[in-house]
Structures are given as structure tokens and as C-alpha cells.
């Protein structure tokens, strides 16, 4: 470990600009709660790998090794902390329970975000460039706060099992392109508040049981929409409205 404590579990961390790479193929903002947060997270990628972490602080850390990494212990002095990798980014996961906000902003190669902030509830709002690559999302965004789910291209997705499964605060879904099929077992479970969703389309779910398992508050799609997008054939449900 180096003497400033930050760089926990690193084969190789020099001080330096932000990931002086030309190309970037990873990009990702968070802000945490408090100023003076301690922000724990692990990246997985492909092969050797470097990347780059500003702490806000004035202070860019540039690591470098092989395998996975986990950046734990790191104190933020401005909430904001960048990660940026001109390596690809394949799996990333949020360990503490401090991120309000959270904006991948480059994410090409991101192909797996299971459990990328569950259990962290205070996270309020979340927003991906590009999820075409992703594969796996199961338990992405269990128990958080987001009221609002961006619209995006998850149609590479096969797995979303309890995607935004007890999520109080989730009001409306957009646009998912789930055409291509997927697990779909109990995606919204219990988000009692969730009364909109713009599209959503189970036609090729592998399994789509109990998509909307105590989501009383839903009114698009309706109950005979809600009935059909859970049946074993599936359903293409577009809202003809618009979400709020």
C-alpha cells in the first residue's frame, strides 16, 4: 500500500494525469453523498489493463496491472470521483453506500453489470451512454432509489432478473429494447410505486414469471398487458401514451 492509503489491492499506481490514453472506451462519474465519503469499488478487465481515478481532490491516480481491481478506502474532498480507461472496461460493481448519482458516460465495452449498485440505496439517479454490449444485469439496481430509469439499448441483455426489483421510489421506465430476449424472472418485484413503463417486450423471454409481483400502483401497461408480458409466450407492450 502506498503511504496515502489509496492504493489498496493495486498491482501499480503512479500519480499523473487522467488516463493519458488517446482513445477511451470507459468513462464513468459518481457523486457521492457527503464530501469526505469513502468510495469502494471493483473494475474487471480484459487482460492487462489501465485506467485512471480522480478523487476530486486534485489528485489522479493511473493503475496498471492484470486482472481485476478493487479501489477501496478512497476519501473524496469535491463528491465527484471520474474513472476513466483507455483498456476495456468489461464488469463494473459499486461496493459502498455512498453513490447519489452515477453517469457512464463511455461504456462500449461494459458487458456486465450485475449487482452494479445493489443494495445501495442511496442512489437516486443513473444514467448509461450505451448498453448495447451489456449481457447480464441481474439485481443491477435492487433496492435503490432511482425514481426515474433512463431509457437505453439493453437488447443484448439475456439476464435482468430483479433488474429494478424494490425500488420504492421508481415511478416510470423508459425505453429498454428488450426484443432479444432474456430472463426476465420478477424485474420489478415490489417496486409498489411503479406506475409506468414506456415499452417493454417479452415475446422472446426465456423467463418471464412474476415480472410485476406486487407493483399495485402500475397502470401502464394495464393488468391483462401486465397478465401477457408475464405469460410463457410473451408480449410486445407499448405504452401509447407517454410516461410522466
Not at 477501496?72 to 453513490?99: C, D, E, H, W, Y
Not at 439485481?139 to 431509457?151: L, R
Request: net charge negative; hydrophobic share 40%; aromatic share 10%.
Amino acid at each position: 500500500m502506498d503511504t496515502d492509503g489509496r492504493f489498496a489491492g493495486v498491482i501499480k499506481a503512479t500519480h499523473g494525469v487522467l488516463e493519458p490514453r488517446h482513445i477511451i472506451l470507459f468513462e464513468m462519474v459518481m457523486i457521492s453523498q457527503n464530501v469526505g465519503d469513502s468510495v469502494d469499488f471493483t473494475l474487471t478487465l480484459f487482460q492487462d489493463y489501465s485506467f485512471s481515478v480522480d478523487f476530486g481532490d486534485g489528485l489522479i491516480v493511473n493503475y496498471s496491472g492484470t486482472g481485476s481491481i478493487n479501489v477501496t478506502g478512497q476519501t473524496v474532498s469535491t463528491s465527484t470521483i471520474t474513472i476513466r480507461s483507455g483498456s476495456p472496461i468489461l464488469k463494473f460493481i459499486n461496493n459502498a453506500n455512498v453513490i447519489i448519482s452515477a453517469d457512464i458516460i463511455k461504456s462500449s465495452t461494459l458487458e456486465d453489470v450485475t449487482l452494479i449498485f445493489a443494495n445501495k440505496n442511496l442512489l437516486t439517479n443513473f444514467n448509461i451512454t450505451d448498453a448495447s454490449n451489456i449481457a447480464s444485469a441481474s439485481n443491477a439496481f435492487f433496492d435503490t432509489s432511482i425514481a426515474n430509469f433512463p431509457a437505453g439499448d439493453w437488447s443484448s441483455c439475456n439476464n435482468m432478473t430483479s433488474f429494478l426489483r424494490n425500488v420504492p421510489a421508481l415511478l416510470s421506465v423508459g425505453s429498454l429494447n428488450t426484443k432479444d430476449g432474456g430472463v426476465y424472472l420478477e424485474m420489478f418485484r415490489d417496486s409498489v410505486n411503479l406506475a409506468c413503463i414506456t415499452d417493454l417486450n417479452t415475446v422472446a423471454g426465456i423467463d418471464n414469471t412474476n415480472i410485476f409481483f406486487n407493483t399495485p400502483g402500475l397502470a401502464a401497461p394495464n393488468s391483462t398487458e401486465q397478465t401477457n408480458l408475464e405469460s410463457a409466450g410473451g408480449f410486445n407492450y407499448v405504452n401509447p401514451g407517454s410516461c410522466p
